[in-house]
């Protein structure tokens, strides 16, 4: 009868294991899901979510439909199509956190990719002091992570390896996803 207590001991114990692991982890998750949340410029939530402004349409006149302007005042401009803001057409790429800044073993940079999925082949990552890493060939799945080492190792599809020889970042650093020209992301190392 011994052997078959300690048997449902055992198993009482990993189910309890199991449960406050699963736990454990969906605190974790929930907290750093929230932290990246948090860390988010009101001014992009705001840019993203307010509409594009309205043009006014100009002022009634007592000419008639299809009458032409005085001749002392020019025509009127055909209204250009205009593109929607900017911020609509950007990827929502966004640099999430640099962690260890001043450590080169344990610096690291993590993009969060809240949007569409993305072909980062060519962007750059670079400092305020004019280090630079370029994207080699990277697909960025949307709802994902993406690692940036600044050590040495081989690339994987979330990790990727500077190989510096020297630490990158420092407090007070500004960080800068770029696409070409184009700015997506800013991020100030704290």
Do not use: C
Request: charged content about 15%; proline content about 10%.
């Amino acid at each position: 009868m011994q052997p078959a207590l300690r048997l449902h001991h055992w198993l009482i114990f990993l189910v309890v294991n199991v449960a406050v692991s699963a736990t454990a982890s969906l605190l974790v998750v929930r907290t750093f899901i929230e932290t990246v949340n948090r860390s988010t410029p009101p001014a992009a939530q705001t840019a993203l979510a307010s509409p594009t402004p309205a043009i006014p349409s100009p002022p009634a006149t007592s000419q008639s439909a299809g009458a032409l302007p005085p001749a002392d005042l020019p025509a009127p401009a055909a209204a250009e199509p205009r593109a929607p803001a900017s911020p609509a057409n950007l990827p929502r790429v966004r640099i999430s956190n640099i962690i260890y800044p001043g450590q080169r073993a344990r610096e690291v940079v993590i993009l969060a990719n809240e949007g569409e999925t993305v072909d980062l082949t060519g962007w750059t990552l670079s400092t305020s002091r004019g280090v630079t890493y370029t994207f080699g060939s990277v697909v960025f799945p949307n709802n994902s992570f993406i690692n940036i080492y600044t050590t040495s190792g081989v690339d994987t599809p979330t990790s990727l390896f500077w190989n510096q020889l020297e630490a990158v970042w420092q407090v007070g650093d500004v960080a800068t996803l770029k696409r070409g020209d184009e700015v997506i992301a800013t991020y100030t190392v704290r």
